[in-house]
């Protein structure tokens, strides 16, 4: 059942955005009426052409931007909040590293603006290294990493506050399938712990596999919106699945279709394996079978300070650790 709407962690009413020249003249709609709602524990997906306004409607909830009119309240309050942001991560399509640290100084950095304890920061920074595949890498500049590398530590500083609203644009960019998996399937996990996603992506398959709504923008407008199913399902045709049958047997069900209306087989073909799943399974058995690899490796699952089980050392730290 659908949350009353006043249980939105985002929600937007007539929100628009126009950008304007030197001398305040109208130069660019970039979003026009948006109304938009993201619900507790929901993965919403934006989906657009470039200049379709999704990094904009990002922008905006983060309070980065100031809406030319309409409204947007982040868990019930305006973006600006300072308790708003604690509750946010957010990875942006490029991410900013200083390429002079390595994972873990990075990591603890973002740690520190969200005034963790070091005992909390140092705990998560392991556990997240560990979940995105980097614990062996942790000591070298981030200059050194590829940009798969670097979207991963991307990700790991996305969660390091242990969000409720994660914001991501195109996180599988650069990524290899291995990693865009383990991100997809994190997106999942954290959905089952009760968190929301606004996943951002040119990757319409990322999209379909984990997304439970999307909104589809274009010149600035909202074109669609719904569930998955509810726009992408064909109303005017049946999917059989069953065993291979034998020539005797489709012209057997043939007659039948025929006798049925004047209907026939339009096409019959063997279902395949996509070829996600098949690279995924050769590189699984070259695991199994010792091979090695001097990149990233495959996650270890989610954080365990990001479930519902937490660290009961995490839950009430002291106040006076927060400075270390």
Known sequence: ???PPDTAFVKTAGLKKV????????????????DLEILPGEVHGLLGSNGAG??????????????????????????????TKNRIGYLPEESYLYGFLDAEEILDYYGRLFNL???????????????????????RPLAEYSKGMQRRIGIAQALINNPDLLILDEPTTGLDPIGAREVKDLILRLREEGKSVLLSSHRLA???????????????????????????????????????????????????LKKAGGLSIR???????????????????????GAETSGATGGAGVARFLTRERPAEEKDPPAEEAAD
Do not use: H
Request: hydrophobic content about 35%; proline content about 6%; charged content about 30%.
């Open 1 to 3: 059942m659908k949350p």
């Open 267 to 289: 096409k019959t073909e063997s279902p395949r394996q996509s070829l996600e799943n098949f690279f995924l399974g050769l590189v699984e058995k070259a695991g199994r079978e």
């Open 206 to 256: 990322d999209v379909e596999d984990v997304c439970d709504r999307i909104t589809v923008l274009y010149g600035g407008c909202k074109q669609a919106e719904g569930t998955i199913d509810e726009l992408l399902s064909s109303p005017e045709s049946t999917v059989i699945e069953t065993d291979r049958l034998d020539a005797d047997t489709l012209a057997g069900i043939e007659a039948l």
């Open 117 to 139: 304890p070091g005992p909390t920061r140092r705990s998560r920074i392991a556990e997240l290294l560990d979940m995105v595949g980097l614990q062996g890498m942790r000591n």
């Open 19 to 34: 950008f304007k020249d030197f001398w305040l003249r109208p130069k660019v709609v970039a979003l026009e009426g948006l």
């Open 54 to 83: 999704k990094s904009t409607t990002i922008k905006l909830i983060l309070g980065l931007l100031f809406p030319t009119s309409g409204e947007v309240t982040v868990f019930g309050k305006p973006p600006g909040d300072v308790e």
